[in-house]
Structure formats: C-alpha cells, structure tokens
Nanobody
Framework: VQLQASGGGLVQTGGSLRLSCTASGNIFNIFAWGWYRQAPGSQRELVASIRTRDSTNYADSVKGRFTISRDDAKYTVYLQMSSLKPEDTAVYYC??????????????WGRGTQVTVSS
C-alpha cells in the first residue's frame, strides 16, 4: 500500500489550496484518514482527520478554514484549505488507517507536500 499526496505549492495570505492524497495497492478497507503538518523546528501535528462524512476532527488553529473530505471510490482524501496564513506554512503529510487484504490494520504515511504561504 502506498499513499501519494499532491496539491501543495506557494500561495499568498488569504489564498486557497486543495491537497489530495490517494492510496493504492491491495486495499481491503480504509478506516480513517488524517492530514498532519510539520513546520521547521516544530513537531508534527494533526491538522484534520476523518472516519466517516460525519466524523471529522480539526485542530483549533484551522477550524472554519480547512475542510477534510474523502472519496472512498477513489481511495482519496482531500484537504481544502482557505484563508491561508503564513503560520500554515509546513510540509503536509497524509496518513491512513488501512486494512490490506490478508494483513492487519496498519498506519500508512505519504511523503509530504510543501505548503508555503507568503505574507
């Protein structure tokens, strides 16, 4: 199983970006997705997570600005980011709790995509 994230880039303060992360491989079920970020000199932190459409969780710092969603048919999770601030600058990583065929449930990570918000 592999996760591939995309959609990062450079944006001005107040702008928007949409991150995507797609899982591929011998997938039986994806139980949950998460987006994390890590800024230079800081620890990786949870930005948003989703189990079902009605079960989402957001960091206080992004509530009202970011929206996480999932498309199960495409094995993909999205993070719509709006009203971006310089403090949102970080490498964003996707994470998924996946059961592959004939394997136990495991956590998988994508490689990360850089988001830079200029002031």
């Amino acid at each position: 199983v592999q996760l591939q994230a995309s959609g990062g880039g450079l944006v001005q303060t107040g702008g928007s970006l949409r991150l995507s992360c797609t899982a591929s491989g011998n997938i039986f079920n994806i139980f949950a997705w998460g987006w994390y970020r890590q800024a230079p000199g800081s620890q990786r932190e949870l930005v948003a997570s989703i189990r079902t459409r009605d079960s989402t969780n957001y960091a206080d710092s992004v509530k009202g600005r970011f929206t996480i969603s999932r498309d199960d048919a495409k094995y993909t999770v999205y993070l719509q980011m709006s009203s971006l601030k310089p403090e949102d600058t970080a490498v964003y990583y996707c994470n998924a709790e996946i059961k592959a065929w004939y394997q136990d449930v495991m956590d998988y990570w994508g490689r990360g995509t850089q988001v830079t918000v200029s002031s």
